[in-house]
């Protein structure tokens, strides 16, 4: 196989790579027809080992195993040789000083193989023939490597003399070493060797034989006992550092620990560390709907963390992602590594809590207690957790009644907690359960403050008495006895006892009817003043609460069209997005107390459980990610779908920024989370509903570059180009026609392209350098420079005849000016003059006036030929400091009249017409201003100049015409203006 590239030599290979790629054979037959051409070496004579210790090596067409070499060029890929090797082969390595040759390692044995001869040098008997290696590593001492196997035995073996030296016995299979390599190890007369097993403990070795005696054993330096659960994956001593980096294979992390303590033992140094499992519940730490912000537009510190739990490692952890380095994991107690010994647990996570099932978090009091509040799976506790500590802080949130202890019975199922919700202050957390109550705790202080319905109504529910009780009865009849037996005074009181009855029944079955009674409460949320909260749940019912009065609205509760699973609800609207488990969702108006907007149905409906929902910072875009692997994106104000994304996996949570600029997935059968951009942010989204996607666009997932194969790279190139052809339909199109004549449209161009030219004289003078830079006062040493010759003793060159060194200096100084005029080379007019002198004086009398050839911009060209559109979009393209040259070009002042006086008339009655179209006005406003700016006192000073003309006559009239029209069209302009 040959795979060319360009900018390569004909005939040559230049920085070539070999690359051995080891092959390990399948028990069933495979096609030897493999389309792949192969480029046979013949062996070299000069390469060829006279250390064949004989056996009989020959390898038929079934050999378990092979080497493929790849030479690898930056613009060229090629087979050159196929080897077959004796044995299965799982591990290579390539020793030092062993030139062609490398070291393979496997299920039968450990062999040396040639690579350009294409034979199998030797095979090695010193190790035992049950052995089945998982590793090799090579010492600092030449020819000695270090050999992992899956009895947990560790070999030190001489490669030339095929000799084992000694080794180490370990209980579990080894699945990578390391040698430290650091000076400080020789101080202490140690050799260290790090050996990585696979129950994720790593012991350090001393090699060094104690007391110089080297039939004695080595030494165990120390041991890290389950530092990365469920086994090692690498092992690696920095080199000439004694710092170890060590990765798991299944606890994704990376670990850093350093060895300088007087026993040997290493310390945590550094770790990145990840959930082991998918997370499923992910939020910003400070939601812009939900909380303050440090700045307007959310743009601080918190904006880039989130805030991630739900994963089966039962931990929470904070992600930035601005910097990787303030990750980290939430605590949740000292000393649970220690403790979790003592008990003889397996790992620390049987001491942790729960996994997270949802969390809230309020700013507003972060700085006094803890601003984050989360229940958990099948829990009835919540806890409080503060950001600023990165650990649990405050109390346990829960009622006074239910037992702590595990010895005790805990709380019923009913109470555990379902959904969770703080109050803007930051002072209340409510908490919904299984059986419909809903509970107010104090943060602070973690008390209770009361329940949804009030507990003495609950009481009342389930404990009322009925007419014809007993005890009722009892008290009726001791009331009669003590007052007069008149009958009108009975008459009154059986009225009075059958009206209050009648009242109590009525509060009775309204209390029951606006109630999650024996439902899940699956919502909760709290408006922006602490006046009403809101709540949903399974039994299609939508409550509005008085915060403080606990009771019911007078007109809860409203029932929803289906039972709800989920509700996002954002402060500043008032609104309520509520999924529901007929896959749809609804827009529920908290003021009007009505639905006011459904999502889905029809073609655009989720055809599987909406997993989560969430709100863009300003309210007007919707997400909704569903289990049927697809996130879809609303428009709040036009009901429409403006976006349709489909993913491998199904999306189990998601999360906007405070910003809105990125939004965080979390997918099944996936540990990372997902960041997207919404492209709304640097390209124009229609939101109309005239161009709805009619089918998802499929998305890639999120993978670093390294890991793009050969087989991937044509459909991201393709889905790229497409990319980029969309791109550049979007900025071939015109502007937005208005729908009706004399409608204003607004250019979609970036606002930097027209704000700044109200304040280039600003970013000019604030762009000045303080001091202009100097000319080097002496060339470098090897430099023979001489003034006035140049290095090869030539005379000076007759265009630098007449330039001063003053003149050179302003020169030099001009080049760092913010005055620049046109991006090529332009000779200054002193040096034009010296350079020209001669022909002005031979061609012109000496009486004559020299005239004078200005620089014009491509905008005059375009203006002299009367089209207008294409001038627009000429000046669309250009930067802002392109657009005050072009203009400031189109006439150098009084001087000029005479070439700048029609481009001027031009240029204003181009801005007129496009001001009387009303297209692109908020540009052609600012166009409008940079020109009367640059070019106002020379329209006002136009009349004194066509005064003190020494024009001839036909002159005088064109001039008199020209004026005539530039100051008609100027008195237009103020007039479409005003």
């Known amino acids: 196989m040959k795979v060319d590239g360009t900018g390569e030599k004909e005939g040559k290979t230049e920085n070539a790579m070999i690359v051995a790629a080891i092959l390990s054979r399948q028990h069933h037959d495979t096609d030897d027809d493999d389309k792949v051409p192969t480029l046979n070496v013949a062996a070299d004579p000069d390469t060829s080992d006279d250390d064949n210790d004989g056996d009989d090596l020959s390898l038929d067409d079934e050999a378990p195993g092979h080497v493929i070499i790849i030479i690898a060029t930056r613009t060229s890929l090629m087979i050159q040789n196929q080897v077959e090797i004796p044995i299965h082969p799982i591990v290579a390595l390539h020793p030092p000083t062993y030139v062609n040759k490398i070291l393979l390692g496997g299920h039968d044995g450990l062999v040396l193989v040639n690579i350009r001869s294409g034979k199998t040098i030797h095979r090695f008997k010193s190790l035992p023939l049950d052995e089945r290696i998982t590793t090799l590593e090579q010492s600092p001492a030449i020819d000695t490597v270090a050999v992992g196997c899956t009895s947990g035995n560790v070999h030190l073996l001489n490669l030339r003399h095929d000799k084992r030296l000694f080794g180490f016995k370990h209980p579990s299979a080894i699945t990578s070493l390391s040698f430290r390599t650091d000076s400080s190890a020789l ?285 009722r009865t009892v008290k009726a009849l001791e009331k009669k006895f003590k007052v007069s037996n008149r009958k009108s005074d009975q008459d009154k009181e059986e009225r009075e006892a059958v009206m209050e009855h009648e009242r109590e029944r009525k509060r009775q079955a309204k209390l029951k009817k606006a109630s999650h009674q024996h439902a899940a409460v699956t919502g909760l949320a709290v408006d922006a003043v602490n006046k009403t909260l809101i709540s949903v749940g399974e039994d299609a019912k939508l409550i509005l609460w008085n915060f403080l009065t606990h009771a019911p609205h007078k007109r809860s509760p409203y029932i929803l069209p289906s039972p709800a699973t989920m509700l996002s609800h954002i402060r500043d609207s008032d609104l309520a997005a509520i999924s529901l488990k007929d896959f749809s969702v609804v827009l529920f108006d908290c003021s009007a107390l009505q639905i006011v907007r459904r999502f889905g149905g029809g073609h655009h409906n989720h055809s599987g459980p909406i997993s989560d929902v969430a709100f863009a910072p300003d309210g007007r875009t919707l997400y909704t990610a569903s289990l049927d692997r697809t996130i879809r994106v609303w428009d709040v104000p036009t009901n429409h779908c403006v976006d349709w994304m489909a993913f491998h996996t199904a999306p189990t949570s998601l999360t906007v920024s405070p910003t809105g600029e990125f939004l965080a997935t979390t997918h099944v059968d996936s540990i990372g989370i997902s960041m997207w951009s919404d492209k709304s942010f640097y390209r124009t989204v229609f939101v ?291």
């Open 187 to 471: 101080q202490h007369d140690i050799a260290p060797l790090a050996v990585g097993r696979k129950d994720g403990t790593v012991s350090i070795w001393d090699l060094s034989p104690p007391s110089g005696e080297e039939s004695m054993g080595r030494t165990l330096l120390c041991e890290m006992i389950n530092l990365h659960p469920g086994g090692i994956s690498c092992l690696r001593y920095l080199p000439q550092e004694p710092v170890l980096v060590s990765t798991g294979k299944s606890s994704n992390s990376i670990l850093m620990h350093i060895f300088d303590a007087p026993d040997h033992s290493g310390r945590l140094l550094r770790s990145r560390k990840g959930h082991i499992s998918p997370p499923k519940c992910i939020r910003y730490l400070f939601p812009a709907n939900n909380g303050l912000t440090s700045h307007h537009d959310g743009t601080d510190a918190a904006a880039c963390q989130i805030l991630s739990g739900g994963s089966k490692d039962r931990t929470l952890r904070v992600f930035s992602s601005a910097r990787s380095v303030l990750d980290k994991e939430y605590s949740q107690g000292q000393g649970l590594n220690k403790k979790s010994k003592k008990l003889g647990l397996d790992s620390v996570a049987d001491l942790l809590l729960p996994p997270v099932v949802a969390m809230a978090s309020s700013q507003a009091r972060s700085r006094d207690w803890g601003d984050l509040v989360t229940i958990h799976e099948s829990h009835s506790f919540c806890y409080v957790w503060s950001s600023k500590r990165g650990a649990q802080s405050g109390p346990v949130l829960r009622q006074s009644h239910w037992n702590v202890s595990t010895m005790k019975s805990p709380p019923p199922k009913s109470t555990h907690a379902t959904s969770v919700a703080m109050s803007s202050c930051g002072n209340y957390a409510i908490v919904g359960t299984r059986g419909g109550i809903i509970f107010k705790y104090n943060v602070q202080s973690g008390l209770s403050r009361g329940q949804y319905p009030p507990k003495e109504q609950i009481e009342s529910l389930t404990k009322g008495k009925a007419p014809g009780d007993i005890g």
């Open 688 to 978: 109309d509903g005239a161009n709805a996607p009619l089918e998802p666009f499929e998305m890639d997932d999120p993978i670093p570059m390294a890991e793009i194969l050969e087989g991937t790279t044509p459909q991201i190139l393709e889905i790229n180009e497409e990319v980029k052809n969309e791109d550049d339909d979007d900025n071939n199109n015109e502007p937005p026609q208005p729908k009706e004549k004399g409608m204003v449209t607004l250019s979609g161009l970036p606002p930097a392209h027209w704000k700044n030219l109200f304040h280039l004289e600003l970013v000019k003078e604030r762009n000045k350098p303080a001091e202009a830079p100097k000319k080097p006062p002496t060339a470098p040493f090897f430099l023979q420079y001489r003034s006035g010759e140049n290095i090869l003793g030539a005379p000076p060159p007759e265009e630098d005849i007449g330039v001063s060194k003053e003149e050179d200096n302003d020169k030099w100084a001009s080049a760092w000016s913010d005055d620049e005029t046109d991006s090529k080379f332009e000779v200054p007019d002193q040096k034009r003059a010296a350079l020209s002198s001669k022909e002005v004086i031979s061609s012109q009398p000496a009486s004559k006036k020299r005239k004078v050839t200005h620089h014009r911009s491509h905008l005059a060209a375009l203006l002299l030929k009367d089209d207008f559109q294409a001038v627009t979009n000429h000046v669309a393209t250009l930067g802002p400091s392109s657009i005050d040259v072009s203009l400031s070009t189109l006439c150098n002042g009084m001087h000029d009249l005479e070439q700048g006086l029609p481009l001027l008339t031009k240029a204003a009655q181009w801005l007129l017409e496009a001001s009387k179209t009303r297209e692109r006005y908020e540009a052609v406003n600012s166009y409008l201003h940079r020109f009367i700016f640059l070019h106002g006192n020379v329209i006002a000073g136009i009349e004194e100049s066509f005064k003190s003309s020494d024009m001839e006559d036909e002159g005088l009239l064109t001039f008199a015409d020209e004026r005539k029209i530039l100051l008609g069209v100027v008195e237009e302009l103020r007039k479409v203006q005003v």
